[in-house]
C-alpha cells in the first residue's frame, strides 16, 4: 500500500528526445509527489513537484503529468541533454498520525546519448 | 542561503563497532529526515526529527538512533555495526513546506 512502482529500470534515449518515466502508486492518501535527480556521488535534487488536484506542471524542460483516478505519474523531459544523464526517482508524501514521510520509487537511471 | 551539510562524507569502520553521523540542516528548516541509501534496497526512510521530537521512523532495528539539537542540527548513530550497515546516509532538509532538500551524504563502509 505504501509503495510507489517507477518504470524503466534504466533508460537510453538520443540527445533531443523525450525520455519518459512512470510510476504508480495504491495509496489514495499520499499527497505530494516530488521528483529528484542525482547525480553520481551527490545527494538527490529536489526537480520538481505536484500535488494530486493538478493533472500537469511544467518547469523549463521538466513536466509532470498526473493521473489522479489512474493513480500514475510520469516525468518528461523535453529536448533531453547528455548532461540530464543521472539517477531520477519518483517519490510520495504520506502524512500518518501527524507525522510525514516520503517513500521512494526504485529510480530510473538515464542515459542521454550525445 | 547555504544547503544541508553532512560530515564526515566518508567513513569506514570495522564491524561490531558504532557511528555517529551530522547533518545541519538549511538555516530556518526545522524538520530533518534521514534515509539510508544501497543499491539493492534503494532509498529508505529512516526517521524524521522536528523541533528535537522524533515525529516519525521507518522499519529500522534499534541500533538505528538519531537525535536532534535546539538548533535544528542532528546526529544519526548507529551502534553494532553490520556489514549489511555499508550505505550512503542521507539527510534531508524541511521547511514549512513540503518540500524536503538532501545533503551530500555520508559514505559508510563496514569491514
Known amino acids: 500500500q505504501q509503495q510507489v512502482k517507477q518504470s524503466p529500470q534504466s533508460l537510453i534515449v538520443q540527445k533531443g528526445g523525450i525520455p519518459i518515466i512512470n510510476c504508480a502508486y495504491e495509496n489514495t492518501a499520499f499527497d505530494y509527489f516530488p521528483w529528484y535527480q542525482q547525480f553520481p556521488g551527490k545527494g538527490p535534487a529536489l526537480l520538481i513537484a505536484?500535488?494530486?488536484?493538478?493533472s500537469e506542471k511544467k518547469e523549463g524542460r521538466f513536466t509532470i503529468s498526473f493521473n489522479k483516478s489512474a493513480k500514475q505519474f510520469s516525468l518528461h523531459i523535453m529536448d533531453s541533454q547528455p548532461g540530464d544523464s543521472a539517477t531520477y526517482f519518483c517519490a510520495a508524501r504520506v502524512e500518518d498520525s501527524s507525522a510525514s514521510k516520503i517513500i521512494f520509487g526504485s529510480g530510473t537511471r538515464l542515459s542521454i546519448r550525445p | 542561503k547555504a544547503g544541508v551539510t553532512q560530515t564526515p562524507r566518508y567513513l569506514i569502520k570495522t564491524r561490531g563497532q558504532q557511528v555517529t553521523l551530522s547533518c545541519s540542516p538549511i538555516?530556518?528548516?526545522?524538520?530533518v529526515s534521514w534515509y539510508q541509501q544501497t543499491p539493492g534496497q534503494g532509498l529508505q526512510f529512516l526517521f524524521e526529527?522536528?523541533?528535537?521530537?522524533?515525529?516519525n521512523k521507518g522499519n529500522f532495528p534499534g541500533r538505528f538512533s538519531g537525535r536532534q539539537f535546539s538548533n535544528s542540527r542532528s546526529e544519526m548513530n548507529v551502534s553494532t555495526l553490520e556489514l549489511g550497515d555499508s550505505a550512503l546516509y542521507l539527510c534531508?532538509?524541511?521547511?514549512?513546506?513540503?518540500?524536503?532538500?538532501f545533503g551530500p551524504g555520508t559514505r559508510l563502509t563496514v569491514t
Open positions: 534531508a532538509s524541511g521547511g514549512a513546506g513540503y518540500e524536503q532538500y
Open positions: 526529527y522536528f523541533s528535537e521530537t522524533q515525529r
Open positions: 505536484i500535488r494530486p488536484d493538478v
Open positions: 538555516s530556518g528548516h526545522r524538520s
